[in-house]
C-alpha cells in the first residue's frame, strides 16, 4: 500500500448507468482507498510528487469479481467433461479420496488463474475452508467466502440416479457451527480483505429445519445466503420426492426469498419462479460457462434481468468449467444469450462489464467498498495493457471499441498489473507475494496422485468421460 497515482487513455469508473469512461485520466490511490478521479492533467500537476503508474496506452478498470466459485476442487479440472450426472457419477468419484493439501493447492492455482486474469474479489464456496482462507491471506486478493452447509452422507457415487439423497442431520448442525466458528474468527482478516456469507448448498441437500436456522441467523446477524437454487433437473427432482413441491415455491413458504437470499445458477426456474425471485428481491448468480458444459443449458438470466431483478457473473468451478477467467464468462453470457433469444441486441457487453464488477458488488453486499472507481472505495483495479493483440486497435472515435474488445476479445493475459486494497499484488504479470512456478509444479503432481487414489472409483463409473477414454477419444 502506499499513495501513487495510476494513468491511463481510458478509465472505467463504473459509474452511473453505463460504465463511466473517461479519457485521458488518473486515479488517486492513498492508503488502502481512491481518493480522486479526474483528468489526468488536472491530477498529474495537483499530485505531481507521487509515483506514476500505468501510462498513455493503458486501460485502468476496477477488479473484476467472480461471484461464484468453488475453488477447494480445482484439481479436478478437466475430469467430467462432455458427461451427463456430472455431480454423481463425474466428480464424487474423485471428491472422496480428496485430502486437505489437495485442497489447498487446488485452491490456490484457481486464484492464481483469477489474480492472473484480472478477479480481485472471490466468492468462494467450499468446504473446508480453512485452508483456502490462509491462500488469500497469503496471495492478497478480496474472498467474500461461504462454508458449505449439508446434511449430505459419504457415498454419493454409490447412489442410483434418481434415489433420494440420505441426510445427516448431526453432520449438517456440524458443519454449520463450523461455519459460525470461521466468520468469529476471520470477519474482516487481511486489513479487512475476508468478508463471509452464509452457505446453504441447495434445498435439496439439508433438511427444513437447519434451513429455518440459518434463515433465522441470517435475519439476525445479516449475513446474506448464498445458495445454490434450482440448478437442474436433478434438484428439482429431489425436492418433489422429499417434499412434493420445486423448490423455489418451497422455499417461498419458508421465508426465505427475500433480499437476503443470492440464488446461484437457476437452471430449472419457470418463468414465474423466476418473476418471483426478483420481485422479492433476491439476487442472481449466472454462471453461464460451467451450466453451459454441465448442463447445455442457458439459464433465465434475461428473464431475471427484465423482471427488475439484480445478477453477477461467476466462472463456478474447474471441473465443471474449465476455466475460471471472468473474461471468458462475460463473453460466455452475452453469446449463449444471444444465441437464445436469436436476438444479437440482448446481453450487450457493457451489461456484461457491470456484472462482473459494480453489480457484482451488489449483489454480494460490498457495493460501498469494490465495484467501481469512485474517491472513499479500496483502491482494486487493474492496469490492462492496450497494446495487446486482442485490443488492438484502441478507437475512441466515431465509435469506442474498448467494451466490446474487453469482453469479446481479450482473454486475461491483457492485465499487466493487480491491486488490491491499494497493493500492488501482480506486477508486470508477476505475482508478488508468491511464488507461482512451485505451486503449479506441486499442484500438477497433487493432482496425478489424487488420481491414482481414485483411479478404481473413477473405473467403475459409467459417466461417459470413461467411455471416451477406453474408445481413445481422451
Known amino acids: 500500500m502506499g499513495n501513487y497515482v495510476i494513468e491511463g487513455r481510458f478509465v472505467l469508473t463504473m459509474t452511473g448507468p453505463g460504465i463511466g469512461i473517461m479519457e485521458n485520466a488518473a486515479v488517486v490511490v492513498?492508503?488502502?482507498?481512491?481518493?480522486?478521479?479526474?483528468?489526468?492533467?488536472?491530477?498529474?500537476?495537483?499530485?505531481?510528487?507521487?509515483?506514476?503508474?500505468?501510462?498513455?496506452?493503458?486501460?485502468?478498470?476496477?477488479?473484476?469479481?467472480?461471484?461464484?466459485?468453488?475453488?477447494?476442487?480445482?484439481?479436478?479440472?478437466?475430469?467430467?467433461?462432455?458427461?451427463?450426472?456430472?455431480?454423481?457419477?463425474?466428480?464424487?468419484?474423485?471428491?472422496?479420496?480428496?485430502?486437505?493439501?489437495?485442497?489447498?493447492?487446488?485452491?490456490?492455482?484457481?486464484?492464481?488463474?483469477?489474480?492472473?486474469?484480472?478477479?480481485?474479489?472471490?466468492?468462494?464456496?467450499?468446504?473446508?475452508?480453512?485452508?483456502?482462507?490462509?491462500?488469500?491471506?497469503?496471495?492478497?486478493?478480496?474472498?467474500?467466502?461461504?462454508?458449505?452447509?449439508?446434511?449430505?452422507?459419504?457415498?454419493?457415487?454409490?447412489?442410483?440416479?434418481g434415489e433420494l439423497y440420505p441426510f445427516d442431520e448431526k453432520l449438517g448442525r456440524g458443519r454449520l457451527q463450523k461455519a459460525l466458528e470461521l466468520i468469529e474468527k476471520w470477519e474482516g482478516a487481511g486489513e479487512g480483505r475476508l468478508t463471509f456469507l452464509l452457505g446453504p448448498q441447495g434445498p435439496d441437500m439439508l433438511g427444513e429445519k437447519l434451513l429455518e436456522e440459518i434463515k433465522e441467523l441470517s435475519n439476525k446477524t445479516g449475513y446474506k445466503i448464498h445458495m445454490h437454487v434450482a440448478q437442474g433437473d436433478r434438484e428439482i427432482d429431489q425436492m418433489e420426492k422429499r417434499y412434493g413441491i420445486r423448490s423455489i415455491p418451497f422455499l417461498e413458504k419458508q421465508g426465505l426469498i427475500d433480499e437476503d437470499l443470492i440464488a446461484v445458477?437457476?437452471?430449472?426456474?419457470?418463468?414465474?419462479?423466476?418473476?418471483?425471485?426478483?420481485?422479492?428481491?433476491?439476487?442472481?448468480?449466472?454462471?453461464?460457462?460451467?451450466?453451459?458444459?454441465?448442463?447445455?443449458?442457458?439459464?433465465?438470466?434475461?428473464?431475471?434481468?427484465?423482471?427488475?431483478?439484480?445478477?453477477?457473473?461467476?466462472?463456478d468451478q474447474a471441473p465443471g468449467n474449465n476455466c475460471n477467467n471472468m473474461f471468458n464468462e462475460m463473453k460466455m453470457a452475452c453469446v449463449l444469450n444471444k444465441v437464445r433469444k436469436g436476438d444479437p441486441t440482448v446481453m450487450p457487453a457493457w451489461k456484461a462489464l457491470r456484472m462482473a464488477t459494480v453489480e457484482a458488488a451488489g449483489v454480494l453486499g460490498l457495493g460501498e467498498k469494490v465495484g467501481s472507481l469512485e474517491p472513499g472505495k479500496k483502491a482494486d483495479l487493474l492496469i490492462i495493457d492496450l497494446n495487446q493483440p486482442t485490443l488492438v486497435p484502441a478507437i475512441a472515435e466515431p465509435v469506442r471499441n474498448i467494451v466490446p474488445n474487453l469482453v469479446y476479445s481479450a482473454r486475461g493475459n491483457e492485465v499487466e498489473t493487480v491491486i488490491v486494497n491499494g497493493e500492488v499484488i501482480m506486477e508486470n504479470r508477476k505475482l508478488k507475494r508468491i511464488d507461482e512456478e512451485r505451486i503449479c509444479r506441486e499442484a500438477n503432481l497433487a493432482g496425478n496422485e489424487l488420481a491414482r487414489r481414485a483411479s478404481e472409483d473413477i473405473l467403475s463409473s459409467a459417466n461417459e468421460t470413461v467411455q471416451m477414454m477406453k474408445k481413445g477419444y481422451l
Request: hydrophobic residues 40%.
Open 30 to 161: 492513498s492508503g488502502e482507498e481512491i481518493i480522486e478521479v479526474g483528468p489526468e492533467k488536472k491530477l498529474k500537476d495537483q499530485y505531481r510528487k507521487l509515483p506514476r503508474l500505468g501510462g498513455a496506452d493503458k486501460l485502468i478498470m476496477p477488479g473484476l469479481i467472480d461471484a461464484h466459485i468453488h475453488t477447494g476442487i480445482a484439481l479436478l479440472r478437466g475430469t467430467a467433461q462432455d458427461t451427463r450426472n456430472w455431480m454423481q457419477q463425474g466428480i464424487a468419484p474423485f471428491k472422496k479420496h480428496i485430502q486437505p493439501g489437495d485442497v489447498q493447492l487446488g485452491s490456490m492455482v484457481n486464484i492464481i488463474e483469477g489474480l492472473k486474469s484480472g478477479t480481485t474479489t472471490f466468492a468462494d464456496y467450499d468446504y473446508p475452508l480453512d485452508d483456502i482462507i490462509k491462500n488469500y491471506l497469503d496471495v492478497g486478493a478480496r474472498a467474500c467466502l461461504a462454508s458449505t452447509v449439508n446434511e449430505l452422507t459419504p457415498g454419493m457415487d454409490k447412489l442410483k440416479i
Open 265 to 315: 445458477h437457476l437452471t430449472e426456474a419457470t418463468a414465474e419462479e423466476t418473476y418471483l425471485l426478483a420481485e422479492k428481491g433476491a439476487k442472481m448468480i449466472h454462471c453461464p460457462g460451467s451450466i453451459g458444459i454441465i448442463d447445455g443449458l442457458v439459464p433465465p438470466v434475461l428473464e431475471f434481468l427484465q423482471a427488475g431483478g439484480q445478477a453477477a457473473l461467476g466462472s
